[in-house]
């Protein structure tokens, strides 16, 4: 069955640090992976999504990630964080076919120290 | 910008009563889907709908919870009666649909329920 493993529950950075949340996949073939950021009483929104191609990938806000297949990973990176930068990031794959379906992560958040 | 748009933001209920949620999705969007987020966790799908057609119902606690869209338009999602356990924020979902490549979902803000 398809999973998504965040492992790190809570992060904390200084601003102006750099910043790498980790997820890795369970899925047989490639899958459609994605990274979102969901602020306090906030719906989701995404920062970037791989589909195929370059295996890294540019989002908004500064973010990138990078697929590596050997791995089984997806680690969203930002080489420097800002305050406004604190939330709680999700990991998701989407197993792709005619459901569009999303499986998430169980996210991790993110605490920016001034 | 069009976005996905629900409404109560907040419910508060006593167990067993009945709630219900609605979902406006972005004009257009053929798919809807309806999520659960309990604290601490990631969303998990309950529901998707293809217009009014249910899709994906394989999470929803059919004993308590049903979910239409009637019109294919805009969705309730209906529980009766609530249990303690069903506290969590309901987030909807939207996509364009059509096509071999996937369809990005765009959520709505949510609905923060609380069970007494």
């Known amino acids: 069955a398809q999973s998504v493993t965040q492992p790190d529950i809570h992060i904390t950075v200084s601003e102006g640090a750099s910043l790498e949340l980790r997820c890795n996949y369970s899925y047989g073939a490639t899958p459609y992976l994605f990274w979102y950021v969901q602020s306090p009483g906030q719906g989701l929104q995404l920062l970037l999504k791989y589909f195929s191609g370059d295996t890294l990938v540019q989002g908004i806000k500064g973010f990138e990630a990078e697929f590596k297949r050997s791995q089984s990973s997806f680690n969203l990176r930002k080489p420097s964080v800002h305050w406004s930068d604190a939330a709680e990031y999700f990991c998701?794959?989407?197993?792709?076919?005619?459901?569009?379906?999303?499986?998430f992560g169980t996210g991790t958040l993110l605490a920016v120290q001034p | 910008e069009a976005e996905v748009a629900q409404s109560p933001r907040y419910k508060i209920t006593e167990k067993s009563q009945a709630v219900a949620f609605w979902c406006d999705p972005i004009s257009g969007h053929a798919t809807l889907y309806w999520y659960r987020q309990i604290l601490g966790q990631g969303p998990e799908l309950l529901v998707q709908f293809q217009d009014e057609s249910v899709v994906d119902d394989s999470q929803l606690p059919k004993d308590r919870f049903s979910a239409e869209r009637l019109k294919g338009v805009d969705s309730t999602l209906k529980i009766q009666p609530a249990e303690l356990g069903d506290s969590a924020m309901y987030l909807c979902?939207?996509?364009?649909?059509?096509?071999?490549?996937?369809?990005?979902?765009?959520f709505g803000p949510g609905t923060r329920l609380t069970v007494l």
């Open positions: 998701a794959v989407g197993p792709g076919g005619a459901t569009n379906k999303l499986i």
């Open positions: 979902a939207s996509s364009a649909s059509g096509g071999a490549s996937y369809n990005e979902q765009f």
